[in-house]
């Protein structure tokens, strides 16, 4: 049921606890979103669950293994995946070039053989249905300079489907994107889901948008989980409201 668990998961620098005892659970083939004030703990929390930082004290568990001792290379192969704020593309390669460099990580032998040759075209088939997911088929042999930044991001999201990606944790993927694309973008993701076996955990600052496409949230303050559950009830929880929000969201419809 759960892809994702984090079992009393600790980090501290020096005296200060960055991630203090936190607990979630992200349901495969759902969106979580971790929302809290910048310091709160979120991409340390991120940091820890992906292997860049090594845990202090709890366990991270990925389709019921504990993989709190796993280097990040191995954690990736087992499936999760990540994107940061700021896209990471190879800008001189097209768009489709940049989805088959996902696809064939690691893989530096060359093979002429019939059957090298029909799984090299396997795999442009499934980039090429990929990119369709992402609506950037279209613009396949595009530089990916060239892209916006919320295509760019999409752009991310492909790479880490094609190679492997079973969770893709995103960092503020709305980040300096126009509000229709950022729209755009969580419809694109959620439509995903109901394609392929993707899970999303998501940390976000722009609730306005994120919060009506999310399945799941968690808010953090101090290192610590102060509330989860389905938005609304998050987003009314007065320990959020205190130490986040300031006031009261309510959440309307799905642009």
């Not at 349901?27 to 809290?36: D, Q």
């Not at 910048?38 to 293994?65: C, H, Q, W």
């Not at 955990?201 to 949230?217: F, K, N, P, Q, S």
């Amino acid at each position: 049921m759960y892809i994702l668990s984090t079992k009393n998961l600790v980090k501290r620098f020096g005296g200060l606890v960055a991630v203090d005892n936190v607990s979630i659970n992200v349901k495969r083939g759902s969106m979580t979103l971790i929302i809290g004030p910048n310091g709160s703990g979120k991409t340390t929390l991120v940091n820890v669950i992906t292997g860049v930082y090594p845990a202090d004290g709890g366990r991270v568990i990925f389709e019921g293994r504990d993989i709190t001792r796993l280097p990040p290379h191995e954690r990736a192969r087992l499936g999760i995946a990540r994107t940061f704020q700021n896209p990471r593309v190879f800008p001189k390669m097209t768009v489709l070039e940049n989805i088959l460099a996902a696809a064939y990580r690691g893989e530096v032998k060359l093979d002429l053989t019939k059957k090298w040759l029909k799984r090299e075209k396997e795999v442009e088939e499934r980039a090429f249905s990929i990119l369709r997911y992402l609506r950037l088929d279209h613009l396949w042999d595009r530089w990916a300079s060239e892209l916006s930044g919320g295509q760019m991001k999409l752009l991310e999201i492909g790479r880490a489907i094609i190679a492997g990606g079973k969770l893709i944790i995103m960092d503020e993927p709305l980040a300096g994107v126009h509000p229709k694309l950022a729209h755009e973008i969580l419809a694109t993701l959620k439509s995903l889901m109901s394609r392929i076996d993707v899970t999303f955990l998501l940390i976000e600052h722009r609730l306005d948008i994120a919060l009506g496409y999310a399945d799941y949230v968690y808010a953090m303050s101090f290192g610590k989980v102060i509330a989860e559950g389905d938005p609304q009830s998050v987003v009314s929880s007065p320990l959020v409201i205190e130490s986040y929000l300031g006031k009261p969201i309510k959440l309307g419809a799905q642009a």
